[in-house]
């Protein structure tokens, strides 16, 4: 009884896997990846986030900083020119142009980029102080993220196409977006130097 019952359900489950394989409905079909933005694509933020380290105390404190003012902290001025922040679909970073300047010790100072994500391309170098970059805050403002790129819809292994059509496009024929960077070796007409996942170091746009 019981090789009998076997049967049968191997009986019908072998006709649920023909019917299967012969509905054109229940084929497979190719799915569109999803929209990314190009690398080197760059937000602006109104505000800069800070943390600053005293090493005597050991005291932390995080500090919010607006692009294109300054804020003091015990003895040190600090400018923001701007802060950007990666665009959603990239590896997640933010990056702080800012002018740093002790006034108890003439000469110590920093001016550039300073990078949440990879610290050490930015170093204020101070025996008293440290400053890292935690983030970006605040509004939207330039430059402003695009529209991302719609990458091709890959064609299946043996589809047959249609006569004329392009297997490896997709419905959107639009022209690739061009990368936003910083739209002005200042911080109107630098970006952030970011490695790439290979540990080079791409020259700056």
């Not at 403002?141 to 990458?151: K, R």
Request: proline content about 13%.
């Amino acid at each position: 009884m019981r090789l009998l019952q076997a049967g049968m359900s191997a009986g019908v489950l072998m006709l649920v896997m023909a019917g299967i394989g012969t509905d054109p409905a229940l084929s497979a079909e190719p799915l569109a990846p999803p929209a990314i933005y190009p690398a080197g694509t760059w937000q602006g933020k109104s505000d800069a986030v800070l943390r600053v380290l005293n090493r005597l105390d050991t005291h932390v404190e995080t500090i919010h900083v607006p692009a294109g003012s300054s804020a003091h902290y015990q003895t040190l001025n600090i400018s923001v020119a701007r802060c950007l922040e990666s665009a959603p679909t990239l590896r997640t970073d933010a990056a702080a142009w800012i002018d740093v300047q002790d006034t108890h010790m003439q000469g110590a100072g920093f001016h550039g980029w300073m990078l949440a994500a990879e610290p050490s391309l930015g170093v204020f170098e101070n025996p008293l102080y440290d400053i890292r970059v935690v983030g970006c805050a605040g509004n939207d403002i330039p430059p402003v993220l695009s529209q991302p790129e719609h990458p091709p819809v890959p064609a299946l292994p043996g589809a047959k196409t249609e006569p004329g059509s392009n297997p490896g496009t997709s419905g959107n024929d639009a022209t690739p977006l061009a990368p936003v960077s910083p739209d002005s070796v200042s911080p109107e007409s630098a970006s952030p130097v970011v490695p790439d996942d290979s540990g080079a170091q791409p020259a700056p746009q």
